[in-house]
């Protein structure tokens, strides 16, 4: 048995969900394949990724997210932090699934992989499209550029605690425990791979070295799960594309696996239109797709570093020492002057290239004020400060200066 697509999306998480949502808004033929069998689990919701997905309406509907929930944090001598949303994963995962079939994609549940015209189906069916975007996950096969490995054993765990998240950092690895508003509490410990010990027992020992309250033993089965950062795969066949931890993982002490994931669903959706509506963009586009990711993952692999460094009590500890110096020793931001540069933008839906300014603020550089370009806006001031910018914009011109002044003064890495 055959199917045609227009487009298959193997992998129904969040990256393979809006994907398969985009292009089936789009009027694309999609195939969304996922095996609909994911366990479940906590992960945390980073705002912007909440605002982004409650402005498309894909939240309507959803009940479970908890938060914003009140963070603690026994790291690095600090002691308290913000709050932040918590989701429950493969509700989430349902949920983006069933927006995408709500547009027009047709489910097919099984687990694949890619081949040459479309994907080959675990029972032996084939699929064929001409555009197949892998959105397996850690499922996909591993580039060779990753930190030291890392397990994530999960699972809830029977105590009476208040709602609220806590982080905390033992000799063997780290926790993130939620306690949420209904009484459940889920528990996750970042491990070296290479522990001793079943799951179970590694969790356990994990809880009781980190919160003790949590000593009694996790209430059903553990989810183990790979979790170690991963560089970019290459980006070669332009008739494959990979979105979320199938292209990199980000660093989960980054809190940006789930923003990277779907973020990476719309820039390869400006791929796919590009390569639609322009042919010879395949260059373009391969540069977009490799700089974005290489940016994005060496820059949450920093932050992660740059944490787990910032622990001094179990620096020689062999979890800790093996990770200290991954991806590199580069600074998260490295100081620089304001400067304009050549990049490739998402304009319209389609990529375009254009100019960025880059500050100390924002070193990846930004495209827009607003609807106002940003590189005009600095050589403007350049030329005549913001009187400059009163000729050119009259009202608009005092708080086009105060952004400009916002990212171009000093940015203190401790602020990073």
């Not at 009027?27 to 479940?40: A, I, K, Y």
């Not at 308290?80 to 489910?107: F, K, M, T, Y």
């Amino acid at each position: 048995m055959t199917r045609h697509a227009d487009l298959i999306v193997l992998g129904g998480g969040p990256a393979g969900a809006v994907s398969a949502w985009l292009a089936a808004r789009e009027g694309l033929g999609v195939l969304l394949v996922d095996p609909d069998r994911q366990r479940p689990r906590i992960e945390g919701l980073s705002p912007r990724l909440h605002r982004w997905l409650a402005q498309q309406g894909l939240l309507r509907g959803f009940a479970h997210t908890h938060g914003p929930l009140r963070r603690q944090v026994d790291w690095a001598g600090i002691s308290d932090s913000n709050a932040e949303h918590v989701v429950l994963r493969g509700a989430l995962d349902a949920h983006l699934r069933q927006a995408a079939v709500a547009a027009g994609a047709v489910p097919v549940v099984a687990s694949g992989r890619p081949e040459a015209g479309g994907a080959v189906l675990s029972d032996g069916r084939r699929l064929h499209a001409p555009l197949v975007i892998d959105a397996r996950g850690r499922n996909a096969p591993a580039t060779a550029g990753r930190a030291p490995a890392t397990v994530a054993l999960s699972g809830w765990v029977r105590a009476a605690l208040p709602p609220g998240i806590r982080l905390t950092a033992f000799a063997r690895g780290w926790l993130w425990r939620v306690a949420l508003p209904d009484g459940r509490v889920w528990a996750q410990a970042m491990l070296d791979a290479a522990g001793e010990g079943d799951p179970q027992a590694r969790l356990l020992a994990a809880l009781v070295e980190a919160e003790p309250a949590l000593c009694a033993a996790p209430a059903g089965p553990v989810l183990a799960r790979e979790a170690a950062p991963r560089l970019p795969a290459p980006v070669a066949d332009l008739a494959l594309l990979r979105v979320g931890d199938a292209f990199a993982a980000m660093d989960p002490l980054s809190g940006h696996g789930q923003f990277w994931a779907v973020s990476s669903a719309l820039a390869v959706a400006a791929v796919r239109r590009t390569l639609a509506a322009r042919p010879g963009s395949g260059p373009l586009c391969r540069r977009f797709l490799i700089r974005r990711a290489w940016e994005s993952s060496l820059h949450q692999m920093r932050v992660g570093r740059d944490f787990l460094r910032a622990e001094t009590r179990f620096r020689d500890a062999p979890f800790w020492s093996a990770r200290r110096d991954f991806p590199d020793d580069h600074p998260l931001i490295a100081p620089t002057a304001p400067r304009i540069e050549p990049a490739i933008l998402v304009e319209d839906g389609l990529l375009a290239e254009r100019e960025l300014l880059c500050t100390p603020r924002s070193p990846g550089g930004i495209g827009w004020f607003g609807a106002i370009p940003a590189p005009e806006v600095w050589r403007l001031w350049q030329r005549g400060g913001e009187a400059a910018l009163q000729a050119r914009w009259g009202g608009a011109a005092p708080a086009l200066a105060r952004k400009l002044l916002s990212e171009i003064a000093p940015w203190p890495a401790s602020a990073a």
